[in-house]
């Protein structure tokens, strides 16, 4: 769990790395296309699987709900720094619980309303509104953490009733098509070297999502939620020594929140054998 976490703020800092040479739209576009080099091996499983009208629907709407997602994300990196978007990308589980109220028929119990609440907070506390001037990058993330929540839910639903290499590989064939007109419209021919970072970012994603099926094989998920925490260590530390970007202890604070309140939400859904509310990381296929 803490090369996973590793891994996927490897990505954050890779796109970082690109800066705004290259469009959010057409990034996003590229590292999906190079990224369908990974679902070779998936082919075999999805022909054998048949879908339903039904299931059609509801993966074209989670590839249009993770494509907005998708491009928002892009663009808060260009925006923001690697440990604010790391910190702020703890709320997806938070929406997630939020939603499966509305959508899957969820109760909350008070604790779990109060530990929504704390996770709210934190996210204020990196905000900051009225103090500072929030950048359009954070706005970006808010809607990067509900697009990816509703595309959780759609994943879950999906699960359930095909296998997950058919899951993971409709996703990634819908949202390269879904980016493809969003990255014509302002494309720029890339060099050489943003393809090569763009095929690590495809490389450290796909890593990332190996090693974390590996750590949550070994142990149980309440063991490996709370290493999600070096996350946030990586990306500040990332983000100070390689882009120079000053450590703001609001946004540890904020963030530490935020992830606390997911703990405990994951501790009382393992202990009620209820697991709504995805681990860290797993709304980002």
Known sequence: MAVTGLCFVMVTALVKLLGGAIPASESAFLRYLLGLVFLIPMWPAMRQTR?????????????????????????????????????MNYLNPVYVTILAVFFLGETLALRRILAILAALAGALVILRPGFRELDPGHVAMLGTALFFAVSYLLAKILSGEVPATVVVFILSVTVTIGL??????????????ALAILFAVASFATAGHYTMTLAFAAAPVTVTQPVTFLQ??????????????????????????????????????????KRITPVEHATKL
């Open 51 to 87: 879908l339903t009208a039904r299931q059609w629907r509801l993966f074209t709407l989670r590839g249009i709900t993770h494509t907005g997602g998708v491009v928002l994300w892009f663009y808060a990196m260009t925006r923001i720094p690697i440990a604010e978007v790391t910190a």
């Open 180 to 193: 493809a007109p969003l990255a014509i419209s302002v494309w720029v021919w890339p060099d050489w070297r």
């Open 232 to 273: 946030l260590v990586w990306s500040v530390a990332i983000g100070a020594l390689f882009f120079a970007e000053p450590i703001d202890p609001w946004v540890i604070a904020g963030g530490t929140l935020i992830l606390g309140a997911v703990l405990f939400i994951t501790w009382r859904e393992a202990v009620l054998k």
